[in-house]
């Protein structure tokens, strides 16, 4: 039986954090035997937002470092930087042509950001399009990311539907494969919002995967609870806090919710449950760290990896771009 086909992405934006780890990237590495696995280092979607052109080039490469430390395996996962498959932006443009403007204007991440910005680049409003074009060229079927992402895997799923309306049977129809753990890890200062790589700066907000353990203890230490002291899992807002730490345990420890309570049914208040959480989080990420300083200390190797890398991801989105200029008219090369 031939395997399913799993794509996803990851910004080199700076500061991945635990967020982005236990909702996305430990899933990644945990399943990527039982599938055909493309990784992608979105550095084009970066651009959307005003980048210093240095430190994104230095954070493209210490994330997919950090990605190889995780544990995704280069003979079991295609991993690759987007910007190497010149393929994605030219499916781009050819997605965009059949993609209704009003489709991007309804995108609710487009709504928060462009909200917050003085200026807004249309490559923001084509952020998704291109997102689209990174998923439909390797005709995935599984598209495994945070909740977050639902929205835009959505409009990948409408663009595929209506190219094939148009043109004839082209895409694979992909799916948003969300796990119902760590799919929206909470920010430790204010469980309200969602830990996100663009406040992971601010003191206390998140664990950065590089973080030494005594500042992830303090983190974990100075993080928002309430004033009870019932260690249990619930959506009640006011216990935000707690959830978002006991679900944190649940996805690094792969324990039940019941095993996970039973473990703080003697816990003395949150101090204990904080410094346990802490310790469980240390271990998780002391391998990956060291992993990642040897990996950054060889960049000849690394870029061996990543060239290979973009190798294998060509070998599959070439002849699909080729396909999808051909449905809709150009003169292929001959
Ligand atoms: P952020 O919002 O944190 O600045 P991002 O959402 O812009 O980051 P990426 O860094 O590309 O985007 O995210 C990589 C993966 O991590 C995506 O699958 C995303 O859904 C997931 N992710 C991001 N933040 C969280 C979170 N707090 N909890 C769970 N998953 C997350
Ligand atoms: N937009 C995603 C990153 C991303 C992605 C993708 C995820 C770009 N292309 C294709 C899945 C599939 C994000 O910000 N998390």
Redesign the pocket.
Known sequence: MTKKRVF????P?GN??L??Y???VKRWVERQAEKENFFCV?DLHTLTVPQDPEALRQETRSLTALLFAAGLDPDKSILFIQSHVSAHAECCWLLNCVTPLGWLERMTQYKDKAGKQESVSTGLLDYPVLMASDILLYDAHEVP?????KQHVELARDIAQRFNHLFGETFVIPEPVISEA?????ALNDPAV?????EAHVRGHAVRMLDEPAEIERAFKRAVTDSGKEVRFSDDPAKAGVNNLLEIYRVITGKGKEEVEADFAHARGYGDLKKRVAEVVIEELRPIRERYNVLMQDPAALDRLLARGAEQARAVAEPKLREIQGRVGLVLPG
């Open positions: 996803s992405g990851i910004q934006s991945m954090h967020g982005n236990l909702g996305a979105v990311v945070g909740e977050d992402q760590g799919a929206r890890v909470m969602k830990m996100s790589k663009s």
